[in-house]
């Protein structure tokens, strides 16, 4: 069976009965951490210093400047936390690091609900990608001055010192595996509350971790809780040093839709189009008005996605679809490509132009025609939009060794999903959408197909290529089949949308649990 989760009625028992001793980690980190400094300084200089944000990053990441605290919109929402009586004096910031555009999406269901209860927010983030999405997923929260974004601080402790004095949050939540000891350490000594949410823990980054015992025991030791995804990561986080007592299991936050926010540089357009490949009208949105002729034109036709991409998986996908080309029921099965990262999109234009297809940019505006063979969106925000569109989605840093992007967000559009063997960052996701034939993976024993003609397509093959391109024909030649499986996959990620409820109430018992202790 998949991986299996604390179920709904599972009570949340208290974590701790005295904030925690501070863990030091040992010598040889932090002066490795302190000689690293200058070279990572430069390295940041080497990516980012013709960025117009150049110097603003540099300010946040080494602690010179940093923008305002997050206020309360109202007085009322600001409360005591062990007594749940409005105090207009209490301070609730919860500081949230996310360290990419995966993170980020993943969290921003919970952040949406800690500040429907009266929490502020300070969001951090590592890469420029995930710095991106945060800006422009809650670009109204940061206008509103209810939400702070910022690069993360290194993990040196005088930097970190200075940012948890500007910021003084009540807790630190850190997203699925990306933990920094001098950070813990600081906000032990703090008597801050550290959460790891969503936490996932490979047998890679196992390994890996292992490989720096005394630092990962130090981690582990000074982590208020880990709220873990399924069993296997919670076995692994004991077998680096943490307690049983800290550890929870509530299942994965990718199962939870996060609802895209529109913003005024990107007015939402709302048009009535009808979907002649599922034959009933639909109302669709886009973040962007010219995005109504597309739909127009690309749905008389089959479409499927390639969906953030890395290097290599355009290539694969472009392969597949000339041979879909060749099949005359499918001569007019129109691919529409979306790169991971932004800075990719010249280099995916490029190679489709040398394969030989037809191609039409998103970027400029060019509209889809009956020669169109393939669609890139290189565009940011849109990544929704283009799954609702799609009759199938392959989803990408899975046919490399990234781990997998999310299959939750084709799923949850009733979109029939396509995924690689490298989905380590998702695996028990995966297993969930293939035990109800709502997601198609080679070799993945959880797999149950809807229909046997789903079987039947993929008997007697044998590669991981070949198995994938039998499904996605099957999915875009029988769409009946393609339909039941995305009605499927809609199915299960509303059932279990219960997730973000069972974290949400373990985060908070936490936070009520460390202010009753300092109180």
Not at 260 to 266: E, R, V, Y
Not at 454 to 476: F, G, P, R, S, V
């Amino acid at each position: 069976m998949p991986s299996s989760h604390m179920s709904p009625s599972d009570p949340v028992s208290p974590v701790l009965s005295t904030v925690q001793a501070t863990h030091q980690p040992p010598f040889y980190y932090r002066l490795v951490i302190s000689l690293l400094k200058p070279l990572y300084r430069i390295q940041v200089w080497r990516r980012s210093h013709k960025n117009d944000n150049y110097q603003q990053e540099v300010a946040q990441r080494f602690g010179k400047h940093y923008p305002p605290p997050p206020v309360s919109q109202n007085a009322a929402h600001q409360f005591d936390l062990v007594n749940g009586q409005n105090k207009s004096n209490q301070q609730t910031v919860i500081w949230c690091h996310a360290v990419s555009l995966g993170e980020t999406n993943t969290i921003a269901p919970l952040l949406d609900a800690l500040l429907a209860k009266g929490y502020q927010i300070w969001l951090t983030n590592t890469t420029q990608t995930g710095f991106a999405r945060g800006a422009s997923r809650f670009a109204n929260d940061i206008a509103s001055g209810r939400l702070s974004h910022s690069y993360v601080p290194v993990d040196t402790p005088a930097v970190v010192e200075t940012f948890l004095a500007h910021v003084e949050p009540i807790a630190a939540l850190f997203v699925e595996t990306e933990l920094w000891a001098n950070i813990l350490s600081k906000l032990s000594e703090h008597k801050i509350p550290s959460i790891l949410v969503n936490g996932r823990l490979s047998a890679s980054s196992f390994k890996r971790y292992q490989k720096i015992e005394a630092v990962s025991t130090s981690m582990m030791e000074n982590l208020t809780l880990i709220i873990a995804q399924d069993d296997e990561s919670a076995k692994r986080f004991r077998q680096l040093g943490a307690q049983s007592a800290q550890i929870r299991v509530a299942g994965s936050l990718k199962w939870v839709i996060n609802t895209p926010q529109i913003t005024a540089k990107n007015p939402q357009a709302t048009v009535e189009i009808e979907d002649k490949t599922k034959n009933k009208a639909l109302k669709k949105e886009s973040n962007v008005t010219s995005a109504a002729n597309t739909e127009r034109d690309a749905l008389a036709r089959p479409i499927w996605v390639a969906a953030s991409t890395h290097s290599g998986e355009e290539a694969a996908a472009l392969t597949l679809h000339t041979r879909l080309l060749a099949e005359s029921a499918l001569h007019k099965v129109l691919l529409i490509i979306v790169p991971r990262h932004p800075e990719r999109f010249d280099e995916v234009a490029t190679l489709i132009k040398a394969s030989g297809l037809t191609m039409a940019r998103r970027s400029l505006d060019e509209q889809i025609t009956d020669q169109t063979q393939v669609y890139l969106a290189d565009s940011m925000g849109e990544l929704m939009h283009w799954y609702k569109l799609a009759d199938v989605a392959l989803v990408g840093g899975s046919l490399v060794d990234i781990g997998g992007h999310n299959p939750v967000e084709p799923a949850s559009v009733g979109t029939p999903v396509l995924i690689g063997r490298y989905t380590q960052s998702c695996q028990s996701v995966v297993d969930k959408l293939a035990s109800a034939g709502a997601l198609y993976q080679p070799y993945n024993p959880y797999y149950q197909a809807i229909h046997k003609q789903d079987q039947e397509a993929l008997d007697n093959q044998t590669t991981d290529d070949t198995l994938i391109y039998e499904q996605l024909k099957l999915w875009l030649s029988e769409t009946e089949l393609a339909l039941t499986a995305g009605k499927a996959g809609k199915t299960m990620t509303l059932e279990q949308q219960s997730v973000l409820t069972r974290q949400l109430s373990m985060i908070e018992e936490v936070i009520k649990e460390y202010s009753a202790i300092k109180a």
